[in-house]
């Protein structure tokens, strides 16, 4: 009669050499993490925007706006840094979700710069015959979707 014994310790050597194995073949890399070419900060919609020296901040924040009380609705954009040149366009879509307004690629920041913070905004003017109901606008960054938000037309 054999001892079955005998079979435990290959069966924890073979074990232990599949773990020393696997573990030998592991390895941990560290690669630099770039910095970003945009640090996004916030989607804002308003009903206006105070202009001074350059720069502007929006005016009323707010997501439900009225016909005949609100002259437009500003989608404004903040960004934290900006390094580099890049387009953004905004693409506007009425209650019925159908496209309302795309811009054209609008040129930001400059080649070989870096903003410590960079502004851009887009409006559409409130006129009586804007379809009343919740907008959607979605922001793009070199043809990538950075931002999206709702307001509502009363």
Not at 15 to 22: A, D, E
Not at 43 to 50: I, Y
Request: aromatic share 12%; proline share 5%; hydrophobic share 45%.
């Amino acid at each position: 009669m054999k001892k079955a014994a005998s079979t435990i310790p290959l069966t924890g050597i073979l074990l232990s050499f599949v773990c020393l194995l696997t573990t030998s073949c592991v390895r941990f890399v560290s690669t630099p993490l770039e910095e970003p070419a945009v640090v996004f900060n916030k989607l804002v919609f308003s009903a206006g925007l105070d202009q001074k020296a350059g720069w502007a901040e929006p005016v009323s924040a707010k997501t439900r706006f009225e016909k005949g009380a609100d002259a437009g609705v500003y989608s404004f954009l903040s960004f934290g840094e900006l390094r580099g040149a890049h387009t953004l366009r905004w693409r506007w879509y009425d209650p019925g979700r159908k496209l309302f307004r795309l811009t054209d690629p609008i040129d930001i920041g400059e080649e070989g710069k870096v903003f410590e913070r960079y502004i851009a905004w887009d409006v559409v003017s409130l006129s009586a015959d804007k379809p009343a109901g919740v907008w959607i606008v979605a922001v793009y960054l070199d043809d990538q979707l950075i931002a999206s938000g709702e307001f509502e037309i009363k």
